[in-house]
Each structure stands twice: as C-alpha cells, then as structure tokens.
C-alpha cells in the first residue's frame, strides 16, 4: 500500500502566483518524521524540511511554508509568490518509527510561467 | 553542506557489460543507500547500508549489488547491463541522529542500448 500519496501529478502556475502541494501519509507508528524534497531539472534532490509527529507547529521559512495537520494525515507545502526557479518535481517523503529508509510520494511536477 | 559524489553522471553502454557505479561521501555518515528512478517519477530503494560490512536490499527488487567496506564508498554493480536497467541511479547518506535528512548525490543517468 502506498504510504505517501501525493495527488496532483503537475501544477502550472503564473509567476507570482501562490501554490500548495498536498501531502496525505499513512502510518501505524505514533512516532514518524516527514521530509520534503524538490528535484530540480538537473536532476539531484534538494532537501527542503524535516518534521516530526511530535511537533505540528507550521513551518515557515522564506516564501516556503508547511502544514502539518495529523488529524488528517497531511503534511501540505505551500511557495507564495512563486517564481521561474521554484520549477521542479517535488516530493514528499516517510520514515516510519526510528527506521532510517524514506518512503517516497510520486511527486508533483510544478510548472511556474513568466 | 553535503559532501556526496557520484560518478559517472551519464554512462550509456551496451547491453552484457558489467557496470560499477561509484558512490562516495566525506561527511562521515554511517548510513548510505541506493535509489532507482524513472524520470519525473517516484525514487524506489533498492539497496542501503548502516555501516560498513551492512548491507541490506530495498523495496524494490534489483539485480544490481553493492558493496560496503569503507564508511565513505558505497559502490553499485551490475553483472551484466539489460535495457531494463536504463534509469537514473541516486546515490544518499545520512548521520545517525534520529531520522535524519539523507543528503543526496547529482545521480547516474544510466542508458543501455
């Protein structure tokens, strides 16, 4: 079964223009951490934010921001403003308990226009 | 800053050779692993290790092996390349504090004719 689902394949969007991926996890364990990654057209995977199912304050950083809501088993992640260089394919990620190994999401490609 | 290498970045080869794809990081991190991607698609862990002489398979099931006798080397191999390997191969350690981010290398593109 797919631990990490992320349902939207690719989102296109107007510079400036402000974009929330969603994230929705399933897991047994009552301790886990979430990742997100972005995978820029050249290839390598970028780590952007770890958090763990202990602390669900929202995250903010730059024009970056995170949702965690365990009530429903969603770790979103929203670009305000977005620009020509958020462009990539975004991926959300699950460790479960104190394993190491991620679970990885499909991702979602996002498009920014100028 | 991650310190992770992989190398080639790009191997296009025939099929029935045998490929190494290298794999090394300076930071000292115990735990490495293996992932396999199509493009624009999900990441499926093939391999990893916890520590040197550790190595366990992954998710998905691979012909390809790899070896752990150095902390910092964590090299691939397939016996014997077939046009189903063709993929991208992705390289990540990561330290051993609690789940930690795994730090990624720039990845092998990988294409057998």
């Known amino acids: 079964a797919q631990k990490v689902t992320q349902a939207q394949t690719e989102i296109s969007v107007v510079e400036k223009e402000d974009v929330t991926l969603d994230c929705v996890y399933e897991?047994?364990?009552?301790?886990?951490?979430l990742f997100w990654y972005k995978q820029p057209p050249s290839g390598e995977l970028v780590f952007l934010i770890r958090?763990?199912?202990?602390?669900?304050q929202n995250e903010i950083s730059g024009r970056y921001s995170w949702n965690f809501q365990k009530s429903t088993s969603s770790f979103n992640f929203t670009i305000t403003a977005s620009q020509v260089v958020d462009s990539a394919v975004y991926f959300c990620?699950?460790?479960?308990?104190?394993?190491?190994?991620?679970?990885f999401g499909a991702g979602t490609t996002v498009t920014v226009r100028a | 800053e991650a310190d992770i290498y992989q190398t080639p970045r790009y191997l296009v080869i025939g099929t029935g050779k045998k490929i190494t794809l290298e794999c090394s990081q300076t930071?000292?991190?115990?735990?490495m692993y293996w992932y396999q991607q199509d493009p624009g698609m999900e990441l499926h862990l093939i391999h990893y290790?916890?520590?040197?002489?550790?190595?366990e398979k992954g998710d998905l099931s691979s012909e390809s092996t790899v070896s752990r006798i150095r902390t910092e080397h964590f090299p691939l191999t397939l016996e014997s390349a077939r046009p189903s390997h063709t993929s991208q191969y992705l390289c990540?350690?990561?330290?051993?504090?609690?789940?930690?981010?795994?730090?990624f290398g720039d990845g092998t593109r990988l294409s057998i004719l």
């Open positions: 990540a350690s990561s330290d051993s504090s609690a789940p930690g981010p795994q730090h």
């Open positions: 897991t047994r364990d009552t301790t886990y951490y």
């Open positions: 958090r763990n199912s202990f602390d669900e």
């Open positions: 990620a699950l460790s479960e308990g104190y394993d190491y190994k991620l679970s």
């Open positions: 930071m000292g991190h115990d735990k």
């Open positions: 290790s916890y520590g040197v002489n550790s190595t």
